[in-house]
Structure formats: C-alpha cells, structure tokens
C-alpha cells in the first residue's frame, strides 16, 4: 500500500500576506494603477513603463504629486503599453486606467 498522498508532498510554509488586512488601510491611486497593469504585464515592465511616463511629466515623484498627475501618467504609459499587451487585452486595460486615473474617485 503506498503512502497517502499528503505525506507526500512538500509542507507548504504559512507566510502571512504582505500586505495587512487591516480596515482603514489606504491604497493609493498610483499603487492601483501599477497593479492594475501587473494584471496584464510583468512588474519589471510595469515599473518601466510608470517611471518613463513620470519622468515625461516631470513629477518628482512624490506621492501626492503623483497622484495629482495620474491622468497625464496613463496617457503617457499608453505608448509602453500598446507595445507590450496583447491587442485584444489592451482596450479593456486601457479603460480600466482611466477608471483609475480619474480625478473623481
């Protein structure tokens, strides 16, 4: 008789979640839309793509000044992203940024 399949396997270690699951925890925009885009691309291009789009806005980096710039920020990201996200992926992208992006939310 062989042993039971969970003997078997590697013990999985119980890494807690890096990001707290805490209730008033704020997420901002930015951090929204790079995740929103790791959904589609790698983080290694991710982070190129919103640094290049920064800099063409001449944000300092700052993450209120970020914030404010978001909407010039995707639309400077887009030349990146039609490079790398598949064509039929990139208009749903594209709209959610925007969603994002706005100043409204």
Not at 4 to 28: C, F, Y
Not at 65 to 88: M, Y
Request: glycine share 4%; aromatic share 4%.
């Amino acid at each position: 008789m062989s042993a039971p399949v969970s003997t078997m396997l590697p013990q999985r270690s119980s890494k807690k979640s890096l990001i707290p699951a805490a209730s008033g925890v704020h997420v901002s925009r930015y951090a929204l839309i790079r995740r929103c885009m790791q959904a589609y691309l790698s983080p290694i291009l991710v982070d190129s793509i919103l640094q290049k789009a920064t800099d063409a806005c001449g944000s300092s980096g700052t993450y209120g000044e970020r914030d404010e710039l978001l909407p010039q920020i995707v639309e400077h990201s887009l030349s990146g992203l039609k490079l790398f996200v598949e064509p039929a992926r990139l208009s749903e992208l594209i709209a959610r940024l925007h969603v994002l992006a706005s100043p409204d939310r």
